[in-house]
């Protein structure tokens, strides 16, 4: 029986993470990047597809887990007849190899604990040669090779490693699984309590530099932890997701590869780092976004690896049988080769975001900006796949559509504000085009809403991002209007829906359904807080901070008729939800300054 989503916490060096269970299971870790092939699968299949167990004897749920602090430390207690006893969980920071540290305290009593790793990798298919000698147990397997050291005798038996032991109020007893490509020398092993003090260590610091005095601190924290975390290290790149095809429909096909770097997340990101002090992630960040938009503006992708690669081919993995039953597994997204024009708008946003924040930004940037630009102005007016990667029918969507005259408009800003060089007239008389055909096109008078796409029947929680980027401002009736039909048609018990995939006639192709999705219903808190109902916009985030799991984690999509967490975890885009709701309502965001030329609205964002 598979754990809950919600059941996970998280431990990572800012190259990898593994998924630690409430029964002390590792499930989940790719090795030695997020993106690698799994060696412990079972989250997406069974025990033979490899796991680390670390409990009691007599197994069971614990009694209580938490993080040390303001850490990635994580600490999980079980109470059993014969006493408690204390797993800590840690990855130190990386040294050139990837080590996982478990150290078994005794609080009282005497517990009989037992261990249990099974190795297998390639995402849970390829069992690797062990064999033990010199007090450690080696595994290789191609490419791929690990060492566990433990402080009691481990026996190898059905191609897993195992012990079982007793732990005493106060003995520790420590196990530490370090990788290292199979070419390579092994590397000396990290000593487990100087790693979990490292880990701590490097945690505490990394807060020092926190700069953020609105309300909710500890739930900020635990959020931009969480997206440091999912940051990889080498390049700066911040990845959706620390999985692969947890579904979005429970027993449905609805399961993607999230383990890559979206660009629209960009500007929600470096809102997030840039507000709450964090200059240099949104430096490296900003970095990581110019390396990989580099080049082509027709052949910009949505989404790039962590290393900045663009060929991400989908695949399927028919050996595993998916997360309770959803199938298929993913690798790779064929998302990655969509038009989504959204995305050079949104690109265009976040670099201006940055040089109002005042990020130096080379020549080379603007001159990207202005390809940008350039790319924009030819093709504002094809029929996409929208920001939610539909599979089926491209449109004219409206979201994508708004986010072309962002783009548009921040190019005039950039000229304006900071003296660069460009075609303002010509950009001006564009915004002013996109501008009419978005009013006249996709809004529905009779309803009294913006739609999905021209013509649609349908609406989308992205609409409530227009007045975000300055389209209109928050007192529009034209925006008023569209949140409460956003609210209206895409709220279930409250939280809403990216969009309905039954209207008009099924819009992304796909079967089933979804839950509702987390980071659009922390843009339904701006719009409440935007539009005067601050009573409201409260009220609905504490109701998302209840939606987090004990250790503060969000997934991606919450299903509210079962009460669980759904979809890929722990999700960047949900956290970066609730640092910028967090710093709208405690009024540390800047508003977003919109006026009027000639009649024309125009934004002052990051002024």
Not at 273 to 287: K, M, P, V
Not at 336 to 345: E, T
Not at 555 to 575: L, V
Not at 580 to 607: C, F, I, W
Request: with cysteine; glycine share 12%.
């Amino acid at each position: 029986m598979a754990l809950r989503i919600e059941d996970y916490g998280m431990i990572g060096d800012l190259h990898t993470a593994a998924l630690v269970g409430t029964d002390g299971s590792i499930d989940w870790l790719c090795l030695p990047r997020f993106d690698s092939p799994a060696c412990f699968a079972s989250l997406l299949g069974d025990e033979r597809n490899g796991c680390w167990r670390l409990e009691p004897a007599s197994g069971g749920r614990c009694a209580r887990r938490r993080y040390r602090g303001d850490t990635l430390v994580l600490e999980t207690e079980w109470d059993t007849p014969d006493g408690s006893v204390r797993v800590t969980d840690a990855m130190p920071p990386h040294r050139g190899a990837a080590d996982i540290v478990r150290v078994v305290e005794g609080l009282s009593g005497r517990v009989p604990m037992r261990t249990m790793m099974r190795l297998r990798f390639g995402y849970g298919r390829n069992e690797p040669w062990i064999r033990c000698h010199d007090g450690h147990l080696a595994a290789i397997a191609g490419p791929d090779a690990a060492w566990l050291d433990s402080d009691v005798p481990l026996e190898v038996a059905d191609g897993a490693a195992h012990a079982e032991f007793a732990v005493p109020a106060g003995r520790r007893v420590s196990f530490v699984l370090t990788y290292q490509p199979s070419h390579e020398e092994r590397p000396q092993t990290v000593d487990p309590e100087a790693g979990i003090a490292g880990a701590e260590a490097f945690w505490a610091e990394w807060l020092e530099r926190l700069d953020y005095e609105g309300e909710w601190r500890d739930a900020v924290c635990r959020s931009l932890i969480t997206l440091k975390a999912l940051t990889y290290a080498p390049t700066g790149g911040i990845l959706a997701a620390a999985t692969t095809s947890l579904p979005e429909d429970l027993g449905g096909v609805r399961n993607w590869d999230y383990r890559f770097c979206w660009l629209r997340d960009a500007t929600y990101s470096l809102q997030a780092l840039l507000g709450t002090g964090y200059i240099e992630e949104a430096r490296q960040w900003r970095e990581w976004l110019l390396r990989a938009a580099a080049g082509d503006p027709a052949e910009l992708q949505i989404m790039y690896g962590l290393d900045g690669r663009r060929w991400l081919p989908e695949l399927t993995l028919d050996w595993l049988t998916g997360y309770e039953g959803s199938a298929p597994v993913r690798i790779g997204n064929a998302a990655s080769g969509q038009f989504q024009l959204d995305v050079w708008g949104e690109i265009l946003d976040g670099l201006h975001l940055a040089r109002a924040a005042g990020l130096q930004v080379d020549e080379d940037a603007w001159d990207l900006q202005k390809a940008l630009l350039d790319y924009l102005e030819g093709n504002w007016d094809r029929p996409d796949e929208g920001l939610w990667e539909i599979r089926g029918d491209r449109h004219h969507f409206v979201h994508s559509k708004v986010m072309a005259w962002a783009g548009l408009n921040r190019g005039i800003r950039a000229v304006e504000r900071f003296g660069l060089d460009g075609p303002v007239d010509k950009w001006k008389a564009l915004c002013a085009q996109i501008h009419d055909e978005v009013c006249d096109r996709g809004f529905d008078a009779e309803r009294g809403t913006f739609t999905q796409f021209y013509g649609s029947q349908g609406l989308d929680a992205a609409l409530l991002l227009i007045p975000q980027v300055g389209f209109l401002p928050w007192s529009d009736s034209r925006v008023i209007g569209t949140v409460e039909a956003v609210r209206r048609e895409l709220a279930h018990d409250g939280f809403i829906r990216r969009y309905d995939p039954a209207a008009d006639g099924g819009v992304d192709g796909l079967p089933g359904h979804e839950g509702a999705f987390l980071a659009c219903t922390f843009w339904l808190v701006d719009a409440l807080q935007g539009t005067g109902r601050e009573r409201e916009a409260r009220g609905l985030f504490e109701r998302l901070l209840d939606v987090r799991n004990d250790l503060g984690l969000l997934s991606e999509e919450y299903d509210s008729g079962a009460g669980r967490q759904i979809g890929n975890t722990p999700q960047a885009y949900s956290h970066v939800g609730l640092v910028n709701s967090a710093r709208h309502l405690s009024g540390t965001h800047p508003a977003t300054a919109v006026r009027t030329e000639n009649g024309r609205q125009t934004v002052d964002k990051g002024d």
